[in-house]
Every structure is written in C-alpha cells, then in structure tokens.
C-alpha cells in the first residue's frame, strides 16, 4: 500500500428514497465508496434504512456523516427555523442569494443543524463522523457559522467538508467550482479558526443536466486530487420519491453503473489510488 494515494469516495443523499439508498448500500458492500452522507430530513431517513447502512459499512471501512439540509422541497426539524416558504426551506438561488446579502441568522442555521445532528444520533446511536451540505450550503455567509459551531458543539470529533480545488483551473473554467472555490476559502479559514478539521482538496463538481461520460469525469476529478482529497458522487436507483424530490435522476443511475463496474477499479489502480484508510 505504500506510495498510494489515499482519497474519499462520498456518495451524498442517503436518506432522500429507498432507491438511492439502495444503489449505495450496493457500492459499499463492493468496497466502491469509502463514505456516504446521510439527509437526516428526507422521507427514506429512518431507523430501518439506518440499520441496513450500518449493516453495509458494519466493517469500518466506510464512515457515515450528516448531509446537512436547508434548502427545499425538505422542511427542518425545528419548529421555529426562519426563512420559510410554506413549511419548507427556500430554494436554492433564494437561499444563496439572501446569505451573500447577509440576511440570514446564524442562530437558526445553529438550532437547526444542532437537530439534525441529534436527529442522527436517534437513528445511529452514534454521532457523525462528518458534516457536510446538501448543495453546499455549509460553505454560504450567514451559515457557515452557525454550522460551524454546531458541529463544535455536538460532534466535536468530526471533520467537515470544504470544497475548494487544490489546483484551480484557469478561471475560465467551471463555474460552479469557480463559486465553490471561492466560498471555500472563508470557509476553511474559519473552521482552522474553530479547530475543525477539514479535507484539503475536493472534486465532484459537474452540471449533471447533460448527462457526461462518468468515467471521463472520475478521471478528470481523481487525477490531480492530492493525498486525503474528496469526491463526491450521487449514485442512485431511480424510484417515485426521488423524481418527486430532485431533478438528478438518471444520471445518478449512471454514476451507479460506472462506479460498480470493472473499469473504476482499474482506474484507481492505473492512478495509484485507494479507497482504504491510512
């Protein structure tokens, strides 16, 4: 095992539907991801589908973290979380447009991730080992503190997930991770300020609306990743709850495809990547 790189594999969403839990189960017993996140507030987030995962990674080679959820169509745990619109979180756009604006509470970010971490507790009898955000809202102004402190106080052995490139490409480049890339950055300082571990390089970024070669992606993504670097992926099983849910759902069938079959395992070896623990 010397001389290889070592990086984590995190399958994001375990929570949102059965289907999507199913294809992630599926890829850790195969030994194809080495994390997954759950969403403590989605409809398939119950202590069955806990158990299974526990079961999947019964072995310790695959760490179970919080997908922290604060945007719609998921509603929040507790009862006076602001702003709203009809029961549930904002939008996306809405939500990072008021946070750049500097219009959000981080006491309310704080209340809400504190239950969704207890939430977790309930469901795995144990505290996550990771936090990060579903659409990276642990990265915005106006959140990222309160998230920040909430992981300090309630799982003070985790690391959280920031999602700046080691190697940027030229500003040109994906837009997405240009905003990542920059949001990552207060981000970091402020969880080294709060002595909250973080990954030191991320990858995972893609507009899923057309449909990309996966396999082309994993290499892009895996080959400048550094020792201790993260991807993220979003495999799945498409079922009723998830189109209800998400717009990405054929692609994560997919990347569930492509991340169960003989070429990733060879692409790891080619790069001199593995998926175990130091």
């Known amino acids: 095992?010397?001389?290889?790189?070592?990086?984590?594999?995190?399958?994001?969403?375990?929570?949102?539907?059965e289907g999507v839990n199913r294809a992630i189960r599926d890829l850790i017993e195969r030994r194809r991801l080495n994390a997954t996140s759950?969403?403590?507030?989605?409809?398939?987030?119950?202590?069955?589908?806990?158990?299974?995962?526990?079961r999947?990674?019964?072995?310790?080679?695959?760490?179970?973290?919080?997908?922290?959820?604060?945007?719609?169509?998921?509603?929040?745990?507790?009862?006076h979380f602001r702003p709203l619109d009809g029961g549930m979180f904002w939008p996306l756009g809405r939500l990072l447009r008021a946070a750049l604006l500097r219009r959000l509470d981080s006491e309310f970010v704080h209340g809400e991730v504190m239950a969704q971490i207890a939430r977790f507790r309930e469901l795995?009898?144990?505290?996550?080992?990771y936090l990060d955000g579903h659409q990276h809202v642990q990265l915005f102004p106006g959140i990222r503190d309160g998230?920040?402190?909430?992981?300090?106080?309630?799982?003070?052995?985790?690391?959280?997930?920031?999602?700046?490139?080691?190697?940027?490409?030229?500003?040109?480049?994906?837009p997405k991770a240009m905003l990542l890339d920059a949001l990552s950055a207060t981000f970091r300082k402020r969880c080294a300020e709060n002595g909250?571990?973080?990954?030191?390089?991320?990858?995972?970024?893609?507009?899923?609306?057309?449909?990309?070669?996966?396999?082309?992606?994993?290499?892009?993504?895996?080959?400048?990743?550094?020792?201790g670097g993260l991807v993220m992926c979003h495999p799945g099983f498409v079922d009723d709850t998830l189109r209800a849910l998400d717009p990405l759902t054929d692609q994560r069938e997919r990347e569930h495809a492509y991340l169960s079959g003989d070429d990733f395992p060879r692409l790891l070896d080619e790069l001199g990547i593995s998926l175990t623990k130091a």
């Not at 010397?2 to 375990?14: F, K, Q, S, V």
């Not at 999947?56 to 009862?79: N, Q, R, Y």
């Not at 990954?199 to 290499?219: C, E, K, Q, T």
């Open 1 to 17: 095992m010397n001389g290889l790189r070592r990086i984590t594999l995190c399958a994001d969403d375990y929570g949102i539907s």
């Open 38 to 54: 759950v969403m403590v507030v989605g409809p398939a987030a119950t202590r069955e589908e806990a158990d299974a995962l526990s």
């Open 56 to 79: 999947a990674a019964a072995d310790g080679t695959c760490e179970i973290g919080l997908h922290v959820t604060l945007t719609a169509p998921f509603s929040p745990l507790t009862m």
């Open 124 to 129: 795995f009898d144990a505290p996550p080992a």
């Open 147 to 174: 998230f920040i402190r909430a992981a300090r106080d309630a799982a003070p052995q985790a690391w959280a997930r920031q999602c700046g490139r080691t190697h940027p490409s030229p500003r040109f480049g994906n």
């Open 196 to 227: 909250l571990p973080t990954n030191p390089a991320f990858a995972g970024a893609y507009d899923f609306r057309n449909l990309p070669d996966f396999g082309a992606l994993m290499r892009n993504f895996l080959t400048p990743l550094p020792d």
